[in-house]
């Protein structure tokens, strides 16, 4: 996974580790993300332990069904509070522009 962000746009990107706790991608700045690759779904629970505390950055999952590996990447799912996802929309220029007190 971290390859694949360091590839995109986060070349600093590296793999915490498994069953370390904290985000599960480091040198994400202004991230933190959660990787997921399980079958029982539990969104809320996954993006609560994604937001860790408050100030730490975006927090966001990023899941893996089954039957997908690292071929598929790309088509592995995303998962955020809609609040962000919002605001993320409008800071790329979809839907009314933010307020200069907003962005």
């Known amino acids: 996974m971290a390859a694949y962000w360091g590839e995109n ?5 590296t793999d915490a580790g498994a069953g370390r706790n904290g985000a599960d991608l480091l040198n994400t700045p202004g991230i933190r993300a959660e990787i997921k690759a399980v079958r ?3 969104i809320p629970a996954w993006l609560r332990q994604a937001g860790g505390h408050a100030g730490e950055g ?6 893996r069904p089954d039957g997908f590996g690292p ?5 592995w799912g995303m998962i955020f509070r809609q609040e962000d996802g919002l605001y993320l929309l409008r800071r790329a220029g979809f839907g009314e522009p933010l307020a200069q007190e907003e962005g």
């Open 58 to 63: 975006l927090p966001l999952v990023v899941q």
């Open 9 to 13: 746009g986060f070349p600093y990107c």
């Open 40 to 42: 029982q779904f539990s």
């Open 71 to 75: 071929a598929s990447i790309g088509d």
